[in-house]
């Protein structure tokens, strides 16, 4: 039985950091992109950043503007997955999800993704 246990999130203040962890079992971990999306208020699910099973090859969604503030990293040894918060805004504030797939190395849509953990609140205060 797969899962995505994620932790990390709380309540910061606009400039602050925090570091989201996933720990994954179940699964073949190297083999799987992990995901890291984020649900605001009221809103639909969106991308964030991805990184490749074993080369470990990043990608961060433009569209949410989090490109040098968040960084995405994982210890396939340990089968965990990390997310880097760096100089958050209240515009961050999201329930933050985890998620496993394969066969698509740099999927983007959350339907490409096979597993799921339950998330974790991040909320930004101004």
């Known amino acids: 039985q797969v899962q995505l246990v994620e932790s990390g999130g709380g309540l910061v203040q606009a400039g602050g950091s925090l570091r989201l962890s996933c720990a994954a079992s179940?699964?073949?971990?190297?083999?799987?992109?992990m995901g890291w999306f984020r649900q605001p208020p009221g809103k639909e699910r969106e991308f964030v950043a991805l990184?490749?099973?074993?080369?470990?090859?990043?990608?961060?969604a433009d569209s949410v503007k989090v490109k040098g503030r968040f960084t995405i990293s994982r210890d396939n040894a340990k089968n965990m997955v990390y997310l880097q918060l760096n100089s958050l805004k209240p515009e961050d504030t999201a329930l933050y999800y985890c998620?496993?797939?394969?066969?698509?190395?740099?999927?983007?849509?959350?339907?490409?993704?096979?597993?799921w953990g339950q998330g974790t609140q991040v909320t930004v205060s101004s």
């Open positions: 998620a496993a797939g394969r066969g698509f190395p740099l999927a983007t849509k959350p339907a490409l993704y096979n597993y």
């Open positions: 179940g699964l073949t971990f190297s083999d799987y992109t």
């Open positions: 990184i490749l099973g074993t080369e470990g090859r990043t990608y961060y």
